[in-house]
């Protein structure tokens, strides 16, 4: 199958073994942790919160991690970045286990993940044109969202499960090993990339972080989403990620098994995308086939808003993944053979920052209005916010024409 051909280099088949396994531990805490939330608080607003939490450290050292990841072994960056994640949602479930778990607790684990994340983000994504040739990047970034996405696919299910039957400790738990797991396939490995080529001149971090920059806004596709993203990431993030299981609970009277089955159907949505696009060896017409993602996805969350039952929101679930699946793979892949390899590290923080600057305040956002006006609106509002958007983007002829 000529979707798999990016593990035929041994590099990316560790990487990427050692990152499903992480991501599927990543799948359980995350349903543990939102319905831990849900049940101790009974508060989207504190969702919300911990949301914030996670994210604020990640925008605030982006900067800092792009710089780095293209100063110093990115692979390495990564280990040690898998090492404190192992330790601290190790605390959390200590702490769950013995009684002792409370919010302020999650507040700053989730503070620690978003620094972590900082440095990690910007090293993957740079690593992976290093490790495969230019033929095999939408091989790689389809199996990227592939283990994403078949994690998600059998870790809600397993989570609600484990969360049923052996408490939120044991999801905290596997989570924790699963980081573990994945630095260890990093350690073949670590010495297959070394730091990044540095000019004689050696800039400054400054310097570096000034070129990231002027290379970005030398190109209007660029520019354009990131600015246009930092909008689409409040309208779609915000209601999916707070507003989702008390849509679930609240407006559909449904337990934790639903929230699992719907976040797995999404990733299903996803995995056909993944494939779909991996086989190729080259994407066409990039512009327009992100943002009609972006679209279907919009008036997919509109569907989740008025969804009567479960199998609304289902169907509806299926082709959301599927949607923003394409986008995310479309844009890794651009930024990729776009981008100088060499400075990849800071445009992608660049590029995440930008993107991302924002969606704290829409986790906020959603958290308050699911409160005060129910799941439902959240919804609405978020998807019908999310398609005026991407027509916006689409107004600009560099994203309309970038093929």
Known sequence: MTFLRALRHRPFALLWTGQTISRLGDSLYRIALAWWVL?????????????????????LFLLVGGVVVDRL??????????????????????????????VVHVYAASAVFGLAEAFFFPA????????VPAESLPSANSLTSLSWQLSSVVGPALG????????????????????????????????????????????SGLADLRHGLDLVLSKPWLWVSIGVFAFINVTDSGPRNVALPFLIHDKLGLEVDALGA??????AGSVLSAVYLGRKKRLRRRGLLAYAGVITGGLMLMIYGLAPSIAWLAAAAVVYG?????????????????????????VSSIDALGSFVLMPLGFYAAGVLTDRYGASLAFLVGG????????????????????
């Open 384 to 403: 019908a916010a999310t398609i005026a958007l991407a027509l916006l983007a689409l107004s600009h002829p560099a994203v309309r024409q970038l093929d």
């Open 124 to 131: 993957y994504n740079a690593s992976i044109p290093q490790i």
């Open 262 to 267: 719907v976040s797995g159907i999404t990733a």
């Open 322 to 346: 599927m949607a923003f699946a394409a986008t995310g793979l479309v844009w890794t892949n651009t930024l990729q053979e776009l981008v100088p390899t060499e400075a990849l590290g800071r």
């Open 73 to 102: 072994p990115r692979l390495k960056v990564m280990f040690a970045a898998d090492l404190v994640n192992c330790a601290v949602v190790g605390l959390l479930a200590y702490l769950a286990a013995a009684g002792r778990l409370q």
């Open 160 to 203: 609600a499960t484990l969360v049923a039957t052996a408490g939120v400790p044991a999801a905290f738990a596997l989570d924790s090993a699963s980081f573990l797991v994945s630095a260890m396939f990093l350690v073949p490995i670590l010495r297959v990339l070394p730091a990044p080529r540095r000019s004689e001149s050696n800039p």
């Open 39 to 59: 049940e101790e608080t009974g508060s989207a607003e504190a969702m919300g919160t911990v949301l914030l939490f996670s994210f604020a450290p990640m925008l």
